[in-house]
């Protein structure tokens, strides 16, 4: 039972970081959609597209989420915090704000305390690569969570069209293919990747943003995610987003917790 808790702490922290709940809109499928494309000024819109990236210094959350992995369903509080291209630190609690896992990434390492079996993980970022594709690197995870297109996604090598309003980002990197579809203001609502030799699909729905301080960022986020026989669906609200103010990440293992190796 007890390793049992444990990969069920590091399915919820790894694909939640990695991946980030009503819909607003139900979105058409991408293939339907190219159809009756107009032909544009890619590089210009993709020049757009990048300008219309949030810019940050640090970002903070607090998102109620509704946690399914295979057949079992949990209710947890994730408190994010990030510093941009150095740190996403992200605290889990359950019933009663009992802190049950804290998680630390960085682009190098991902660190996992797990309170309830007085446990904690530290790997190279490459381990994450058990529940992912190679090509999810730390900035495709920041992007994922602060509500921006993925990095693979931005190079003029892909795919670009405009159909109904949407705009659709294909490509391919290695084994992994994505998809984006953009709403009028250019703001990611549908991200799929995909690694069909791994047996991985990832689909992540923002389906509403918030204005704050003229910045558009994600309220409602809803994430499948599956690899191989697994599965983790997740439906997060944010409340309480804030950019740009100081933030810390006290990740302090007490002497009593034994390593996972």
């Known amino acids: ?43 210009a819109l993709l020049d757009t597209i990048i300008a219309h990236q949030t810019n940050f210094k640090t970002f903070a959350t607090r998102a109620n989420t509704n946690l399914k992995i295979d057949d079992k369903s949990y209710d ?22 009992i802190e049950v896992a804290r998680v630390m990434i960085t682009p190098d390492s991902l660190r996992v305390m797990d309170r309830m079996n007085n446990e904690y993980l530290k790997k190279p970022f490459s381990f994450i690569e058990e529940f992912t594709n190679p090509q999810v690197d730390y900035a495709t995870v920041e992007a994922l969570l602060v509500g921006n297109c993925v990095p693979l996604a931005l190079a003029d090598k892909n795919v670009l069209v405009r159909s109904k309003g949407r705009t659709i980002l294909a490509g391919r990197s ?20 995909r690694d069909d ?17 003229e910045i558009y ?20 609200e944010y409340n309480k987003t804030q950019l740009d103010i100081p933030v810390d990440f006290p990740f302090n293992v007490p002497k009593r917790f034994s390593v996972i190796e």
């Open 217 to 236: 960022l994600p309220s409602t986020v809803s994430i499948d995610s599956k690899s191989g026989a697994k599965q983790i669906k997740a439906n997060m």
């Open 76 to 97: 947890v509080t994730l408190n994010i915090r990030i510093k941009k291209d150095e740190a996403i630190w992200i605290s889990i609690t359950a019933v009663a704000g």
């Open 197 to 213: 030799l791994a047996q991985q699909v990832l689909n992540v729905l923002i389906n509403n943003f918030e204005n704050i301080n």
């Open 1 to 43: 039972m007890k390793r049992n808790i444990w990969s069920n702490l590091i399915l919820i922290s790894s694909c939640l970081i990695l991946f980030s709940c009503k819909a607003k809109k139900i979105i058409t499928s991408s293939s339907a959609a190219v159809s009756g494309i107009n032909t544009l000024n890619k590089a």
């Open 174 to 193: 290695k084994s992994l293919g994505f998809e984006l579809t953009l709403d009028e203001g250019l703001k990611p609502i549908k991200t799929n990747l």
